[in-house]
């Protein structure tokens, strides 16, 4: 099973310039998860809304328009989905911005992340730290449930120094701020494995974001901020992962994980 997942930073823009039917031609996914789609459903074309040959399913935010969202397309018929975390009361909160969709497979859980970036304020790292918690709650009880878990996208933070280009001139922004990256370590700790690192525990200068104002992308200056996890037990199972920095469309660049 090879899945696939990528910040498009708009899905409508990413299907305009072309890069959006190519991924599955080239790369043939048994499962894509997209982020920042930034689009509902019916405003999508009809051959990026329905792929042939796949289900398609989209998350988006409750209240605004043109803002953050996310999608799964699958080869394999889910036995479950679901939107959220299905938090209630005051947390609920936390699932109005269609940040999260997952799948609930054969043999595995995949949940699509676009988590909350911790910029504009200290009300905005607040939810971000917060969504952060509540999602390892989520993801630990998923497992305590017999899933499989799998879960992908943009966390918006780098966790190491080897992570990002400037990480001395990052510690104090957000995306490399310790208590954001304590987290990470700490999903690690509950035995989620950081499966790109774990494979290449020394490689340096690979990237999966890079800031398009400064054209950075050009000299190689950006983030690792999209990741896939795994359940440790699964990896045993894992055959490959990958970034795929050349293709275009995007301010991030896809990543792959092959099972």
């Known amino acids: 099973m090879k899945i696939i997942s990528w910040n498009t930073n708009g899905l409508?823009?990413?299907a305009k310039q072309g890069r959006f039917v190519p991924l599955f031609?080239?790369?043939?996914?048994d499962v894509l998860c997209l982020q920042e789609t930034k689009v509902e459903p019916d405003q999508l074309q009809p051959q990026v809304r329905l792929v042939a040959g796949y289900h398609s399913f989209f998350s988006h935010p409750k209240e605004k328009k043109g803002y953050s969202g996310v999608a799964i397309y699958c080869k394999e018929k889910p036995r479950e989905v679901f939107y959220g975390m299905n938090l209630k009361g005051e947390k609920s909160r936390l699932d109005n911005e269609g940040r999260l969709l997952g799948i609930k497979l054969k043999n595995f859980t995949i949940i699509n992340g676009y988590f909350p970036n911790g910029g504009q304020g200290p009300h905005?790292?607040?939810y971000k730290?917060?969504?952060?918690e509540e999602f390892l709650k989520f993801i630990l009880k998923l497992r305590k449930n017999g899933e499989n878990v799998i879960f992908c996208g943009d966390v918006n933070t780098a966790h190491t120094p080897i992570d990002l280009a400037h990480p001395k001139a990052n510690e104090e922004n957000t995306g490399f701020l310790p208590i954001e990256r304590a987290w990470i370590t700490k999903v690690i700790k509950?035995?989620?494995i950081d499966i790109w690192r774990e494979k290449n525990p020394n490689k340096k200068d690979v990237y999966t974001y890079w800031d398009q104002k400064t054209?950075?992308?050009?000299?190689?200056?950006?983030w690792r901020i999209d990741y896939?996890?795994?359940?440790?037990?699964?990896?045993?199972k894992i055959k490959k992962v990958d970034t795929i920095q050349k293709y275009l469309g995007s301010d991030h660049c896809p990543i792959t994980l092959e099972i």
């Open 12 to 14: 409508r823009a990413t």
């Open 25 to 29: 031609k080239k790369y043939n996914p």
């Open 124 to 126: 905005r790292l607040e």
């Open 129 to 132: 730290l917060e969504f952060y």
């Open 190 to 192: 509950n035995n989620f």
């Open 215 to 222: 054209s950075s992308r050009d000299r190689n200056v950006g």
């Open 228 to 236: 896939f996890f795994v359940d440790k037990k699964i990896m045993p």
